[in-house]
């Protein structure tokens, strides 16, 4: 992902694609916006334009996938902290930075989430789409939301901070979390909102007890 785009979807094609389709698939949705959007790169702003009030969740769940992998957390942290604070203070729709809205993934990266795709993320999240369907719930609320990007505020900071094992376990419970806000399923919400807690507490733990040992050293040493 990165800051280049070369030609901007028309208006007409990336508009209103949440609205006319508010009970379709992440996956669905995503295919839709990678076949109507012109040029070889997306923005994050086109696809936040394109999703509507399910921005939120795509744009943490794209951002996510990535910070798992080793070395990328701390780039997509910053990102997703943003969103996280914004979702937490009851914004409706993500008012991204330039800087982030700028940024842009390949058309190919995106078709790997669509249903068309063999990629090892796609199998996943349809797997996770057969069981994961519209459940208004109280985990779908207005409350709900704003503890959902505090929650994810919180795990993009341990995303940010250095620490041996401290990616996987916030990151996972924000995918979740994600995944059923997309998808407006009370009973993900909520077990992603227990997992992402979980994951949180131990990157804390971790990462206290780093800070601890550094500082019992530097006594040791000075």
Same mark, same amino acid.
């Given at each position: 992902?990165?800051?280049?785009?070369?030609?901007?979807?028309?208006?007409? &094609?990336?508009? %209103?694609?949440?609205?006319?389709?508010?009970?379709? !698939?992440?996956?669905?949705?995503?295919?839709?916006?990678?076949?109507?959007?012109?040029?070889?790169?997306?923005?994050?702003?086109?696809?936040?334009?394109?999703?509507?009030?399910?921005?939120?969740?795509?744009?943490?769940?794209?951002?996510?996938?990535?910070?798992? +992998?080793?070395?990328?957390? *701390?780039?997509? %942290?910053?990102?997703?902290?943003?969103?996280?604070?914004?979702?937490?203070?009851?914004?409706?729709? !993500?008012?991204?930075?330039?800087?982030?809205?700028?940024?842009?993934?390949?058309?190919?990266?995106?078709?790997?989430?669509?249903?068309? *795709?063999?990629?090892?993320?796609?199998?996943?999240?349809?797997?996770?789409?057969?069981?994961?369907?519209?459940?208004?719930? !109280?985990?779908?609320?207005?409350?709900?939301?704003?503890?959902?990007?505090?929650?994810?505020?919180?795990?993009?900071?341990?995303?940010? +901070?250095?620490?041996? @094992?401290?990616?996987?376990?916030?990151?996972?419970?924000?995918?979740?979390?994600?995944? @059923?806000?997309?998808?407006?399923?009370?009973?993900?919400?909520?077990? @992603?909102? %227990?997992?992402?807690?979980?994951?949180?507490?131990?990157?804390? &733990?971790?990462?206290?007890?780093?800070?601890?040992?550094?500082?019992?050293?530097?006594?040791?040493?000075?």
């Amino acid at each position: 992902m990165d800051s280049h785009h070369e030609q901007a979807c028309p208006p007409d &094609a990336e508009l %209103g694609l949440a609205e006319a389709h508010p009970g379709a !698939p992440i996956t669905r949705l995503v295919a839709q916006v990678a076949a109507q959007c012109c040029g070889e790169r997306i923005t994050l702003g086109e696809m936040g334009e394109a999703f509507g009030d399910r921005a939120f969740g795509l744009l943490i769940l794209l951002l996510c996938l990535p910070g798992l +992998l080793p070395g990328m957390a *701390s780039v997509f %942290g910053t990102p997703m902290l943003i969103l996280g604070v914004q979702m937490g203070l009851g914004f409706r729709k !993500p008012k991204l930075p330039g800087f982030i809205a700028r940024q842009s993934i390949k058309r190919t990266d995106l078709m790997r989430l669509t249903p068309g *795709s063999t990629t090892r993320v796609s199998r996943a999240i349809s797997k996770i789409e057969r069981w994961v369907r519209p459940r208004p719930g !109280p985990f779908t609320g207005p409350l709900a939301d704003k503890v959902v990007g505090w929650l994810t505020a919180y795990a993009a900071v341990m995303l940010i +901070l250095p620490g041996p @094992g401290t990616n996987g376990p916030p990151a996972f419970g924000v995918i979740v979390m994600a995944l @059923g806000v997309v998808e407006n399923d009370s009973k993900v919400v909520g077990i @992603g909102m %227990g997992l992402t807690i979980l994951g949180n507490v131990f990157a804390t &733990a971790v990462l206290g007890a780093l800070a601890w040992f550094g500082m019992e050293a530097l006594h040791y040493i000075f």
